[in-house]
C-alpha cells in the first residue's frame, strides 16, 4: 500500500502563490506518473498536471505557463508550484500516484483565491 500526505494549501490572494507537496510512503517502489487534479464544488474532478518517472509532464490548459509540477523520486514526493493565481483556481487539490493498473490518492487539501 502506498499513503499520500499533501501539505501546502491555504489561501491566497488573486495573483498570488502557493506551492502543494504530496509526500508517499509505504511501499513506494514502481511509481511512475504522479499527479495533481482539482475539483470545485459543484463541479468534476480533473487533472490539472502530471509528470512520469522520467519527467515529462502535461498540463491542463487553463493552468499552462502558470503552474509548474516537478517530483523528487528520491523522496517520493511531487509538488506543484502554483503562481498567478485566480479566483477560478479555488478548489480542493488531489494528488494521484500511479503504479501499474493502481491509483493511490491523496486526502485533498484546499486552495481558496479570493478577488
Known amino acids: 500500500q502506498v499513503q499520500l500526505v499533501e501539505s501546502g494549501g491555504g489561501l491566497v490572494q488573486a495573483g498570488g502563490s502557493l506551492r502543494l507537496s504530496c509526500a508517499a510512503s509505504?511501499?513506494?517502489?514502481?511509481?511512475?506518473?504522479m499527479a495533481w487534479y482539482r475539483q470545485a464544488p459543484g463541479k468534476t474532478r480533473y487533472l490539472v498536471a502530471s509528470?512520469?518517472?522520467?519527467?515529462?509532464?502535461n498540463y491542463a490548459d487553463s493552468v499552462k505557463a502558470r503552474f509548474t509540477i516537478s517530483r523528487d523520486n528520491v523522496k517520493n514526493t511531487v509538488y506543484l508550484q502554483m503562481n498567478m493565481l485566480k479566483p477560478e483556481d479555488t478548489a480542493v487539490y488531489y494528488c494521484?500516484?500511479?503504479?501499474?493498473?493502481?491509483?493511490?490518492w491523496g486526502q485533498g487539501t484546499q486552495v481558496t483565491v479570493s478577488s
Open positions: 494521484k500516484f500511479t503504479r501499474g493498473s493502481t491509483d493511490y
Open positions: 509505504g511501499s513506494t517502489s514502481g511509481i511512475n506518473t
Open positions: 509528470i512520469t518517472r522520467t519527467g515529462i509532464k
